[in-house]
């Protein structure tokens, strides 16, 4: 069975929140980065790598600071969990969960910067990135050499987030469109505890 990489996916989706590329829209960021405790949504993700291309489905949840939800409903059905200390990686089809100490693990990755309102500055230099079917864009660059991406690109139209465009480090491209978005879904906390299935093993990173 082909397996995925599930939360250096996620972990890039989560820089979302950085922002578009004309005046307008950073400022919309800067109150976004600023103002915003939650978001939840829908969304749909294609992974081009040289050999195949692959689409998945799902939705996800955020509380700030640090509570995150993202489940993978089609074609395979994956959830991730950040409950504030732990993340939570549960593989439906292998009945098998990784849990790894969150602080450590998104680090200063784009993961932080839904987590951790401060992250987007100490952690990007942003350019204008031009239109693209009335999407405006921003490229962000990750100020550290190893951050095991060359590139995220994030779209909006307006105030509303659209797309999201990002290259890794082995030149994989991922593409995220967004849709259904609430950005006050006044999530309860409880929504991000996770409890391991009886008899799904659990392995520790």
């Not at 990489?5 to 890039?12: D, H, L, N, R, S």
């Not at 942003?126 to 991406?149: F, M």
């Amino acid at each position: 069975m082909k397996k995925k990489q599930p939360f250096a996916t996620f972990a890039t989706l989560l820089a979302l929140s950085i922002g578009s590329a004309h005046a307008g829209a950073i400022d919309a960021l800067k109150k976004f980065n600023a103002d915003a405790d939650g978001i939840s949504g829908s969304f749909s993700q294609t992974v081009k790598s040289k050999k195949k291309t692959q689409t998945t489905n799902g939705s996800f949840k955020i509380l700030r600071p640090g509570l995150f939800r993202w489940e993978y409903t089609s074609p395979y059905k994956q959830t991730i969990v950040g409950d504030g200390k732990t993340i939570w990686l549960y593989d439906v089809d292998l009945a098998q969960i990784t849990k790894s100490p969150q602080d450590q693990t998104i680090g200063d990755s784009p993961a932080a910067i839904l987590s951790n309102k401060s992250a987007l500055d100490s952690s990007y230099a942003l350019q204008e990135d031009g239109t693209s079917n009335g999407i405006d864009y921003v490229l962000a660059k990750p100020k550290k050499n190893n951050a095991g991406y060359q590139y995220i690109r994030i779209g909006f139209k307006g105030d509303a987030l659209a797309a999201m465009q990002l290259k890794d480090s082995f030149g994989n491209e991922t593409t995220i469109r967004f849709n259904n978005l609430n950005m006050q879904p006044n999530l309860p906390r409880s929504a991000f505890k996770f409890t391991p299935p009886e008899g799904v093993d659990v392995l520790s990173n």
